[in-house]
């Protein structure tokens, strides 16, 4: 097969054993350093996915991505729920209670933000039925003040299914004995498990009936409405559009982006500014050619000036070197991203298996929102770090190429 004469020197000095050992190892530890770079940047990307997709789906699978309330009780929620659907960015709607409060049990206090719900409808607006440990949603029956609680909340109040828990309300009630704070036995009749410290341990569902009551309101009364979207990345303006269209002085409403929106942007932005600093790191390995040419450059000076002597152009002279350093580029992308695929696809289960070696969690849910490691590789990213590798590694070449190229052959062989 026909190749041009500097492709197929090119290539020869890179498959060849130079003679000076140094420059062979300069080559290598550059080879190395540009795959080592890749492969972090793959890992570390995909990290940064993950994070950024468990938000997405676990975290704001859960929370509201918006929500539409009144200064008083809503008393046709079913109704206001018609008006809302109506928007054509709205995906599915269901009624909510809130109280914030202490839990109780044997001694032990837990802070809770008890979240009511009707069960038919709080499946079509979150992903809470996924992570059910054990009972069941549907065992939150109207009046039979039944709670489920995140499995963090039940090993720190040392509950499970069918304990009872006492719930202390922020209200007060005055008697002829005195003031006493409001409070009401629960039975725990399930338990979830999201992997976020937030919710694990500090939310509880329970029937809206049930917190109605504790409220002193009408049974079929609630604080507002959940809202589900096609895109959550929407709900600002949607939920600002739809609470206009109801009447600006009767509803309000809120979005996932004032009580999550800082994480997910900080989740964002470290990922912008990680792959920067990673990309510098890719940036010095590939720049590392330059001093492996420049040695092959001066090893090589004599070859070069028989080249010259025997008819080879500057261009010619200048596209060997482009060509050695450019396999080098290649050869240690390519190493890159398969070692950093590989890894980046068994990262989480490789740290899962050491923390269960090691007896530790690196990621605690009391610190972290999550309590494991995600990954998520993605093909764009894998794309774009061994493109930006490449085009490194080929700049790197054109200093050392052009120098070889202004090689004078009688300089060369003056000395030969």
Request: a neutral charge.
């Amino acid at each position: 097969m026909f190749r041009p004469l500097f492709v197929f020197i090119g290539t020869r000095y890179t498959r060849a054993k130079r003679r000076n050992h140094f420059v062979s190892f300069i080559s290598l530890t550059s080879m190395i350093g540009l795959a080592l770079g890749v492969v972090v940047m793959i890992v570390v990307l995909s990290v940064m996915n993950g994070f950024d997709h468990e938000m997405r789906t676990r975290v704001l699978g859960m929370v509201p991505h918006a929500t539409i309330e009144g200064d008083q009780p809503i008393n046709d929620w079913h109704a206001l729920a018609d008006k809302v659907k109506t928007h054509p960015e709205v995906q599915a709607v269901a009624p909510f209670t809130q109280m914030q409060g202490l839990l109780s049990s044997n001694g032990k206090v837990q802070k809770v933000l008890l979240n009511a719900i009707d069960p038919a409808e709080e499946r079509k607006v979150s992903i809470i039925d996924n992570f059910m440990q054990k009972g069941r949603l549907d065992d939150l029956t109207p009046d039979s003040f039944g709670i489920v609680i995140g499995d963090k909340a039940a090993t720190s109040l040392g509950v499970g299914i069918g304990d009872k828990l006492t719930f202390v309300t922020p209200e007060v009630t005055v008697t002829p004995g005195g003031i006493f704070p409001r409070m009401k036995r629960f039975t725990v009749v399930g338990i979830f498990h999201v992997g976020a410290g937030e919710l694990d341990g500090f939310l509880g569902l329970t029937n809206l009936t049930d917190l109605a009551r504790l409220h002193r309101w009408k049974p079929d009364q609630v604080q507002g409405l959940r809202l589900k979207f096609d895109d959550l990345f929407e709900a600002p303006r949607v939920a600002w559009e739809i609470a206009q269209k109801l009447g600006d002085h009767d509803f309000y409403a809120r979005d996932w982006t004032r009580t999550h929106g800082n994480l997910y942007q900080a989740i964002r932005m470290e990922k912008a500014m990680i792959g920067l600093l990673l990309l510098l790191i890719v940036a010095v390995a590939a720049f590392n050619i330059i001093s492996t040419l420049v040695m092959v450059v001066n090893d090589k000076k004599g070859d070069i000036a028989i080249l010259r002597t025997l008819g080879a152009t500057p261009g010619q002279i200048m596209g060997i070197f482009m060509v050695q350093g450019t396999v080098i580029g290649v050869v240690g992308t390519f190493i890159g991203a398969v070692v950093g695929i590989f890894a980046a696809l068994n990262v989480s289960a490789a740290v899962s298996a050491l923390e269960g070696l090691i007896g530790h969690k690196f990621l605690s849910a009391d610190v972290y929102f999550i309590d494991y490691l995600p990954s998520q590789l993605m093909a764009e990213d894998v794309v774009l770090v061994c493109g930006a590798a490449l085009v490194l590694s080929f700049l790197a070449t054109l200093y050392p190429a052009w120098r070889a190229a202004r090689t004078q052959p009688a300089e060369a062989l003056r000395y030969e």
